[in-house]
């Protein structure tokens, strides 16, 4: 089955810094999404984007599909951004519209 | 988008036993997922509950210990069956429709098996 690979697991960030989250995926993609698991367990959906480049607020993200891999930026974090960030993918081969996900990257945001 | 709503939010059960998880959406979905995510893990398909049939469920899980029921378009049941401590996780449905590319999750069911 088709591999996600997200970077790096783990990041602590000083509050108002910017980050860059990484994922790689080893096949072609009909769907990827971005998530974000707040304190809570709760999966909120960031960015559908199975390829191009999508902004909403603070938050944006690429996705190169030739090349197998989309990033997700965060700017002036706060403390809220807090939580694991999840990259899920949908195999374009496999015809089944399940989500295979990444391992996530924590990140803590600090005051 | 979709609301959607699980029942139990969270339970903590005496292994041996089992629990149904509830899956309730607020309008018709043509697919419907069952997941799991185990503590401190990322998140792993267990099956996708089709309405009128049987579930399919992914390598590694069964419908013995797993059995899913989904009776319409905005409903679906997970029993976690004959619970030993290995099985305390989030479990969590999500939904999707053919003429959307994005799927939603519930907000998950937190269990603890003692």
């Known amino acids: 089955g088709i591999q996600v690979e997200q970077s790096p697991p783990d990041l602590i960030l000083q509050e108002g810094a910017n980050s860059t989250l990484r994922c790689n995926f080893s096949?072609?993609?009909?769907?990827l999404q971005w998530f974000h698991q707040n304190p809570w367990g709760q999966l909120i959906n960031l960015f559908y984007?199975?390829?191009g480049t999508k902004q909403n607020g603070r938050l944006s993200a690429t996705t190169v599909a030739t090349e197998r891999y989309s990033l997700l930026y965060i700017s002036s974090s706060q403390t809220t951004d807090s939580g694991v960030y999840f990259c899920?993918?949908?195999?374009?081969?496999?015809?089944?519209?399940?989500?295979?996900f990444g391992k996530g990257t924590k990140l803590s945001v600090i005051p | 988008s979709a609301v959607i709503s699980q029942k139990p939010s969270r339970d903590i059960c005496q292994r041996g036993t089992s629990l149904t998880i509830q899956c309730q959406v607020d309008?018709?979905?043509?697919?419907m997922f069952w997941y799991r995510q185990q503590p401190g893990q990322s998140l792993t398909l267990i099956a996708t509950a089709n309405q009128g049939s049987e579930a399919t469920y992914e390598s590694g899980f069964v419908i013995d210990k797993f059995p899913i029921s989904r009776p319409n378009l905005t409903f679906s049941t997970l029993t976690v069956s004959n619970m030993s401590p290995e099985d305390s996780s989030i479990y969590l449905c999500?939904?999707?429709?053919?003429?959307?590319?994005?799927?939603?999750f519930g907000p998950g069911t937190r269990l603890l098996v003692l």
């Open positions: 096949d072609s993609v009909n769907n």
């Open positions: 984007i199975p390829s």
């Open positions: 999500s939904v999707g429709r053919l003429a959307e590319e994005t799927q939603y």
């Open positions: 309008s018709q979905v043509t697919m």
């Open positions: 899920a993918v949908e195999d374009s081969g496999a015809g089944s519209y399940q989500l295979t």
